[in-house]
């Protein structure tokens, strides 16, 4: 029974630690812009959750991503046109 406990007390003071570190990482994010409600790519609509959670957010997670994934592949010596 003392490991259940244990395992318990470990989880909700890693989830602690880690909403701190979250918040404290909100705290310190400073943008001029206000967040897009319309991805600036596809015209998409940006939930109030992302535009929230990302400040100064211009695009949707989907297109984010592609354009992650392009930056990636051209770090790592791909070519690309530039576009997402």
Partial sequence: MSDDLNDEMAQA???LFTQRGIDAIRAQVQCARPSK????CCG???P???QRAVPGVELCA???DVK??????RSAGG?????V
């Fill in 79 to 83: 070519r690309g046109n530039g576009y």
């Fill in 44 to 46: 998409a609509e940006i």
């Fill in 68 to 73: 992650e994934k392009l930056m990636r592949h």
């Fill in 37 to 40: 409600e319309i991805c600036e």
């Fill in 62 to 64: 989907g297109c984010q």
């Fill in 13 to 15: 003071s890693t989830a």
């Fill in 48 to 50: 109030a959750e992302r």
